[in-house]
DNA sequence: ATAACGCATTAGTCTTGACTAACCGATATA
DNA sequence: TATATCGGTTAGTCAAGACTAATGCGTTAT
C-alpha cells in the first residue's frame, strides 16, 4: 500500500506536535491542521491499522518506526523548504504553506538535488 | 470557480501540442497525458464550459484568452522547473515529472521568488 | 454496400479525502 | 445528583478526478 499525501501530512503533524508537547492525541493535530474531528478520527484509524502509529487506551497517539521514518522525511523537507523560500524573500506564511505541498510531491532524486545545491552554496 | 490543478494541466497540454503540431483534438491530449478518452472527453466539456476553450464543429480545440492565460502561466512554470532540476543534476525524466506537479501548487509569490534567485544567479 | 476504424461521448463506478449531524462515555461542576 | 464539557466515533454526504464498458457516428477500405 502506497502511503498517501495526506496520511504524510498527519505522520508529519504528529511528530511536530510531539516535539512541541510531548504528547499527541487527535485533538491536538484537529486544532493543528484545522481538520474537523471526524476526519481526523478516520484518518488516525487508518495509520493506526496500517501500522504507522500505536494508540494506546487514553487515545495518546505515538509513531511506530515506521510511521517515524516517514515523519522524519516529510518534516525534514518541509524545514528545509520553508527556510528556503524565506531565504528568498517570500513571507514566512506563504514559505510554510507552499513547503507543505512541495514537500509530498518532489521525488527523492529531486529533492537530494536541491538540498545538495543549498548546502554547497551555503543558502540556508 | 477556482480552476483546479487537473484543469490547469489540460490546459498546460493543449499549448505545448498547439506548438508542437498546430493543431490540438481530445485524442492528442489522451496520447499525451496517457488518460483515457473519456477522462480526457469529460475534461474538455468542463474547459469548454467554463469559457477555457473552443471547440470547433470537428472537434479542434483552441485557447480562448482567459485559457491561454492559465495554460502559459503553467507551462513558463514547467520549463523552468524542468530545466533547474536538470541544471542540478537531476534525470530530465524526473525532472519533467516533478516539474508537473510543482507547477501547480506554488504560489505567484514563491514562483517570482525562485525566479528572481535563478535569474539573478545565471544558474539556467 | 457493408464492415472496420477512428474519435467522441454517455453512463456508471471507484478512490481520496474532506465535511456535518448525531451520539457515546468519562470527567468535572453547579 | 443532574448536567455540561471534552474527546472520540459512527453514519452518511460531497467533490475532484480518474477509470471501464458500451454506444454513436463519420470516414475509409473491402
Same mark, same amino acid.
Given at each position: 500500500?502506497?502511503?498517501? *499525501? ?27 491542521? *484545522? ?17 504507522? &502509529? ?10 511506530? *518506526? %515506521?510511521?517515524?521514518? &516517514?515523519?522524519? %522525511? ?30 509530498? &510531491?518532489?521525488?527523492? *532524486? ?15
Amino acid at each position: 500500500m502506497k502511503i498517501q *499525501e495526506s496520511a504524510e501530512n498527519y505522520l508529519e503533524s504528529i511528530l511536530m506536535i510531539s516535539e512541541r508537547k510531548g504528547e499527541v492525541r487527535s485533538i491536538d493535530i484537529v486544532n493543528e491542521l *484545522e481538520f474537523s474531528k471526524p476526519s481526523v478520527s478516520i484518518a488516525m484509524k487508518n495509520l493506526r491499522e496500517n501500522g504507522y &502509529i500505536l494508540v494506546d487506551k487514553d487515545g495518546y497517539i505515538t509513531l511506530t *518506526e %515506521k510511521g517515524m521514518v &516517514i515523519a522524519e %522525511k516529510m518534516y525534514e523537507r518541509h524545514k528545509l523548504f520553508s527556510r528556503l523560500f524565506v531565504s528568498l524573500g517570500v513571507d514566512a506564511k506563504t514559505a510554510a504553506k507552499d513547503a507543505c505541498r512541495v514537500e509530498h &510531491i518532489l521525488s527523492d *532524486e529531486t529533492f537530494a538535488a536541491i538540498k545538495k545545491y543549498i548546502t554547497e552554496q551555503g543558502i540556508i
